[in-house]
């Protein structure tokens, strides 16, 4: 099992800018992914941003230029900055770990932290 323990949410006003961090324990594949989904009322989950155990990234097209996701490979943590935020980026965010072995995947969710932008 994995432990997801994420911290940073809350309350900001549009135009400012928020960082998102998330802890990974327990088992954890040499082999992953962390990342970040988000899901809006009455919306699907759909991904904000991924990053490799290597430093390979991606990002949704709405968030690029405006964030950034680094991760902390010693710690399994990750981080993320989101700047410029708008109300459109109000939801609830979801880290995830995907560990990565030969012919299967485990993916492990967080419970999920409130970020709300203010107009």
């Known amino acids: 099992q994995v432990q997801l323990v994420e911290s940073g949410g809350g309350l900001v006003q549009a135009g400012g800018s928020l960082r998102l961090s998330c802890a990974a324990s327990?088992?954890?594949?040499?082999?992953?992914?962390m990342g970040w989904y988000r899901q809006a009322p009455g919306k699907q989950r759909e991904l904000v941003a991924g990053?490799?155990?290597?430093?390979?990234?991606d990002f949704a097209d709405s968030l690029k230029g405006r964030g950034t996701i680094s991760r902390d490979n010693a710690k399994n943590t990750i981080f993320l900055q989101m700047n410029s935020l708008q109300s459109e980026d109000t939801a609830v965010y979801f880290c995830?770990?995907?560990?990565?072995?030969?012919?299967?995947?485990?993916?492990?969710w967080g419970q999920g932290t409130q970020v709300t932008v203010s107009s």
């Open positions: 327990g088992s954890i594949s040499r082999i992953n992914t």
């Open positions: 990053i490799t155990v290597d430093g390979v990234t």
């Open positions: 995830f770990l995907r560990n990565t072995f030969t012919f299967t995947t485990q993916t492990y």
